[in-house]
C-alpha cells in the first residue's frame, strides 16, 4: 500500500492525472477488499466485497440509496430492486456480474412480500439461477429485505 501511495504521489508530481473517484482494491492474506461509491459503503467492520482467488463473496444489501443513505420510498418492490442495484454494482466494481452468482440468501421481514419480491429478483437472473435460501427474520428499522450473494469465475 505503501508503494502504491508513493506512485500515485510521484505521478502527480510529473503531471500526470491521477483518478481517485475509483476505489482501490486493497490485498492483505489472498483477499481483495472490493469497494464502490456506487452502494452504500459499510455502516461496520464489513466490506461491501472480498474476492478471493475467482470467488466473491457480497455483503448483505439493504434498499439503501447510495447518493441519500436512506431507504428507498415504497415497498418490497422497489426495496428488492434496490438491494439488487447495489449488489449489481459491487459485482461490476469486481468484474463480476449476476451470471457469476452461484448462491443467494435472501432475508425477508415478512414472507408475506416473497411473491411480491420474487418477480424483481427472477428478473436479474435469465439462465441458471443461483441455489437460494429465503428467511424471515427481524431487519434494520425500515427494511424489508436484505440479500447476500457468492459469485465464481470459472
Do not use: H, W
Not at 472490493?34 to 461496520?44: F, H, L, Q, Y
Not at 431487519?139 to 457468492?150: K, R, S, V, W
Request: charged fraction near 20%; proline fraction near 5%; include cysteine.
Amino acid at each position: 500500500m505503501q508503494k502504491l501511495i508513493l506512485i500515485l504521489i510521484s505521478l502527480n508530481l510529473f503531471g500526470c492525472e491521477v483518478d481517485f473517484s475509483t476505489k482501490i482494491k486493497t490485498q492483505k492474506n489472498n483477499k481483495i477488499v472490493i469497494s464502490t461509491d456506487k452502494a452504500p459503503a459499510a455502516v461496520g467492520p464489513y466490506s461491501q466485497g472480498i474476492l478471493i482467488d475467482k470467488t466473491l463473496y457480497l455483503a448483505g444489501q439493504i434498499a439503501l440509496d447510495p447518493s441519500t443513505r436512506k431507504i428507498v420510498d415504497g415497498g418490497i418492490k422497489e426495496q428488492t430492486e434496490r438491494v439488487m442495484e447495489n449488489l449489481g454494482a459491487v459485482l461490476n466494481e469486481a468484474g463480476y456480474d449476476f451470471g457469476d452468482v452461484v448462491q443467494s440468501q435472501v432475508f425477508i421481514s415478512d414472507m408475506k412480500n416473497y411473491r411480491a419480491m420474487n418477480e424483481v429478483y427472477t428478473k436479474y437472473f435469465n439462465e441458471a439461477p443461483p441455489a437460494r435460501a429465503a428467511v424471515e427474520t427481524v431487519l434494520f428499522p425500515g427494511a424489508l429485505i436484505e440479500i447476500m450473494m457468492t459469485a465464481q469465475k470459472p
